[in-house]
Nanobody, 121 residues
Framework: QVQLVESGGGLVQPGGSLRLYCAAS????????MAWYRQAPGKQRELVAT???????NYADSVKGRFTISRDNAKNTVYLQMNSLEPEDTAVYYC???????????????WGQGTQVTVSS
């Protein structure tokens, strides 16, 4: 059983910073691309940033220069450092990962439960 657990969300003032964490646990054989998505009220879920197993990164235009995605493969953890936060960044942030479980050879996608980020004065 594989789980992704996010943490680090909260309430922050405009211009502030937060760091999100997502730890993958369980019977993991291989950990591939990891990503952060977000979903604001009344809007579709959107991709925020991705990082491959080789540490190649991509960002949505709306967060470039403000957010940084990184990973620690030894800890099966992905991070999202968010700086210069704006009210428009308010959303539930979800972690996703592609994983091969032990005793299989199939890549599957997994999602975390989400963590709320609220940017407000």
């Amino acid at each position: 059983q594989v789980q992704l657990v996010e943490s680090g969300g909260g309430l922050v003032q405009p211009g502030g910073s937060l760091r999100l964490y997502c730890a993958a646990s369980g019977s993991i054989r291989s950990l591939g691309t990891m990503a952060w998505y977000r979903q604001a009220p009344g809007k579709q879920r959107e991709l925020v940033a991705t990082i491959t197993g080789g540490d190649s990164t991509n960002y949505a235009d709306s967060v470039k220069g403000r957010f940084t995605i990184s990973r620690d493969n030894a800890k099966n953890t992905v991070y999202l450092q968010m700086n210069s936060l704006e009210p428009e960044d308010t959303a539930v942030y979800y972690c996703s990962a592609t994983i091969v479980e032990v005793y299989t050879t199939i890549w599957r996608g997994y999602w975390g439960q989400g963590t709320q980020v609220t940017v407000s004065s």
